[in-house]
């Protein structure tokens, strides 16, 4: 790490020591195994429900999630039938008074509560609630009598709401007219292959799936999903008497935006997959007036992220700008002129600039430029010229993120002169805000900040006060959880908001080193490095891999436990583990060989810096982290354990795997994760060397197989194919496959989380000869 690196990294520790004072003494923490209980129970913020200031700039408004009352469900399907995201599940929501830091209570743990949204005049808050029921619901609190009631009956289909000028309407999507959740999702079927009308002998329970290309030639066969989840009709409801008004209806909507005089709805309609196997979508940008209802496509078949939310206004409404984006997106950026309907590519990228694509441009206060981060540079385009400018980019270096205040306008806490960023260093991995001269280019660290990518994505960034005076940050470390910061706008000063799990102040938490190796191919490799919480240099410890192919484990070093919830792998390192978590980047055609050219030469480093044992070394991994697990062991015989959650070892069989809609997830393997550039028809020869169940003969290792009995995501016929295989070999294998669960064990039971937690602490115990 570079002298500026360990400056900034002694910095910000300083700052958290210091702020943190009052709310976890350092006092009185000891070094002892983190309860699994504890860990599993913890609360959390809620990923993709933001944080809000109130308009007068006196309140914060955010959702936290208690898992303790969170229902559970068996798969994504189950909670698809709801409307309520299992992200959400057993969330609450709370206003913070800044001058006094006194807690509101909104919701009182009833239902699931989440998005919480100000009125523009900030007496009220809306939000999205599922209290009265198991169905979603539109409520509004009001901050004078601080009482919530229920607005709609109308089942709410979406995760987006938004206010209307006036603050006595809210923008939503709903359920398709006469449909409940239920009746809806039955009706959805992938690619048209559930038979609909067939007349079945009384009393039988049969299914038909059927595919006909001379009946169904504009049909993809074989779709990883339904678009048909996007379904829902735009509505308008009233807050003081609960009418409501369907302005668009019967089209697919990934996301809607409001245009800034609340005139007019523009929103992304996704319409096909660009071809079978792949999860590109092709959108349409339409529009629809909310006096008259008149809708009209804009642009058709644009190539956007998933989500389709990379859309703005202008400031007066006359534009709109979009990025393309995905697998086959370039990144530029286009502007409609919504009087003409002339589409302009502004940019005129002439290699590709896709990364951040997910993410809206943004708009400067007048409307005369655009500003969007492609990750390693911040650009700037003029809407009448032809040319787009670099503004800034920073060596080694990700730009992840444009601050904005309010939907689609630039933040500059000084007027038209500066805009902040929030940078990632690749080499570090440490977060910074960096403060941009928009007239001379230059810029300036402003401070380091807690965070890694997964929680960017998911929101945890923070907001902008209406004033623009004032940012709220989420900030975490591979210690200390995340929690939410305030600052001013010049950023010198800091101080710590929440502090929502006191309990955790009791233990010794591991600290986070980043290491560095060269893979058998020669490139440069990096990994977090978890050290046991009593760690003492010189002394070796029993190591375990976390491992995740495709993924870049050493961005996680600013994750608390480098993982959430059941897989924070502090579960290990208070226990006396050294936990591992490396980068695995993987090529097309050889995801398996790629593992062991990159992983193995890491442990090789932790075994030579002297922390790692070699003879007591042990690998885990989730989904396709266990597809992971089972392509290293079928490799070397140098693990003591492994434990494969929610994996699979067989791609022939993921490729054919089918769920009761008759979507094909696993077809996503021509382009997708583990990618092998085909069918299984072009190139088996890759699914057959990449399937570690043909090598299975070759395990020496104790293997724990981990499994969703309804998992809908990894099949669970292809964990059963693990354990019958290794068994019919004479192979030490156990297997735990839990009933009724689906692929993400965070959204389990909490017994059923407790049990996952022990059990593999168990079984690392007893094949490493650790300590409990």
């Avoid at 057993?90 to 008074?97: M, P, S």
């Avoid at 999903?225 to 369907?246: E, K, Y």
């Avoid at 609340?262 to 319409?271: E, H, K, L, N």
């Amino acid at each position: 790490m570079t002298q500026l690196g360990q400056r900034r990294l002694r910095v910000y520790f300083l700052s958290f020591l210091v702020s943190c004072t009052a709310f976890s003494p350092a006092m009185g923490r000891e070094a002892a195994p983190l309860p699994a209980k504890d860990l599993v129970e913890a609360r959390s913020f809620v990923a993709y429900s933001p944080i809000e200031f109130s308009p007068d700039g006196r309140s914060l408004s955010y959702s936290i999630q208690d898992p303790t009352r969170a229902k559970r469900l068996a798969n994504n399907k189950e909670a698809f039938q709801t409307g309520v995201p299992p992200t959400v599940f057993g969330a609450n929501i709370v206003v913070l008074r800044l001058a006094d830091r006194r807690v509101v209570e909104v919701t009182t743990g009833q239902g699931d509560n989440w998005l919480p949204t100000w009125s523009p005049d900030g007496r009220f808050l809306a939000f999205l609630s599922s209290r009265d029921g198991q169905n979603v619901h539109l409520l509004v609190w009001d901050a004078e009598s601080g009482k919530a009631r229920l607005v709609s009956g109308a089942d709410v289909w979406t995760n987006q709401l938004q206010w209307l000028p006036g603050s006595d309407r809210v923008l939503l999507g709903v359920l398709p007219k006469k449909l409940r959740p239920k009746e809806f999702s039955a009706t959805l079927a992938a690619a048209g292959v559930v038979e609909q009308d067939i007349s079945p002998a009384p009393r039988s329970s049969v299914l038909v799936y059927h595919f006909r290309p001379a009946e169904q030639a504009n049909t993809q066969p074989s779709a990883p999903w339904s678009l048909d989840n996007d379904l829902r009709d735009l509505a308008i409801v009233d807050i003081h008497s609960g009418v409501l008004r369907r302005i668009d209806e019967g089209h697919r909507i990934s996301s809607f935006f409001l245009s800034p005089d609340g005139s007019r709805v523009a929103y992304t309609s996704p319409q096909k997959f660009t071809k079978s196997g792949s999860q590109q979508i092709l959108f349409n940008v339409s529009e629809v007036s909310i006096a008259t209802d008149d809708s009209r496509v804009l642009a058709d078949d644009v190539a956007l992220e998933i989500g389709g939310s990379a859309l703005s206004w202008s400031p007066d409404g006359s534009r709109i700008a979009y990025r393309t984006g995905g697998m086959q997106g370039q990144g530029d950026c286009f502007v409609l002129d919504l009087r003409t309907l002339n589409s302009r590519n502004i940019t005129e990228f002439r290699e590709q600039h896709a990364g951040y694509a997910s993410q809206a441009p943004l708009w400067d206060p007048r409307g005369e430029y655009i500003f969007f981060t492609d990750a390693y540079a911040l650009w700037r385009a003029s809407l009448w010229g032809s040319n787009v400018t670099k503004v800034t980019e920073i060596p080694d270096h990700r730009i992840v993120r444009v601050l904005k205040k309010g939907a689609q306008i630039l933040w500059t806490p000084e007027p038209g002169a500066r805009c902040v960023v929030l940078v990632f260093d690749d080499h570090t991995k440490e977060m910074d805000f960096y403060e941009v001269d928009l007239i001379t280019f230059r810029r300036q660290l402003l401070r380091a900040v807690g965070q890694n990518l997964m929680a960017v994505a998911q929101g945890f960034v923070g907001a902008v006060s209406r004033d623009g005076r004032q940012f709220a940050f989420f900030s975490q470390d591979a210690q200390h959880e995340m929690n939410i910061w305030l600052t001013k706008q010049d950023f010198k000063n800091s101080i710590q908001l929440t502090h929502l799990n006191p309990e955790f102040d009791k233990y010794e938490m591991g600290m986070a080193r980043l290491i560095e190796w060269r893979g058998l191919d020669g490139d440069v490799l990096q990994g977090a490095l978890l050290l046991p919480s009593d760690y003492q240099t010189g002394k070796h410890y029993p190591l375990i891999v976390w491992v995740y192919g495709g993924e870049s484990g050493s961005d996680s070093l600013y994750q608390f436990g480098l993982l959430p919830g059941p897989f924070n792998l502090q579960l290990f390192a208070t226990r006396g583990y050294a936990v591992f978590f490396p980068d695995a980047p993987q090529h097309l055609g050889t995801p398996m060989l790629d593992l062991a050219k990159t992983v193995l030469p890491g442990i090789n480093k932790i075994i030579e810096m002297g922390i790692g044992d070699p003879d007591r070394i042990g690998i885990a991994g989730h989904s396709n982290g266990g597809y992971s697990v089972l392509s290293l062991v079928v490799q070397t015989s140098r693990f003591k354990a492994a434990a494969d959650i929610d994996g699979m070892g067989n791609l022939m069989g993921m490729y054919g795997e089918m769920d009761a809609a008759g979507a094909a997830f696993g077809t996503s393997l021509e382009q997708a994760f583990d990618p092998l550039g085909g069918t299984p028809w072009d190139v088996r020869e890759r699914y057959i060397e990449n399937s570690p169940v043909f090598y299975l003969d070759r395990v020496t290792t104790p293997l724990l197989v981990v499994q969703g009995g309804r998992d809908d995501t990894v099949a669970p016929f292809l964990a059963d194919e693990v354990f019958v295989d290794l068994r019919r070999l004479g192979k030490e294998v156990e297997y735990a496959k839990y009933v009724g669960e689906g692929h993400s064990p965070p959204l389990w039971d909490l017994p059923n989380q407790v049990d996952l937690c022990n059990r593999i602490t168990e079984w690392f115990q007893r094949h490493l000869n650790s300590n409990p």
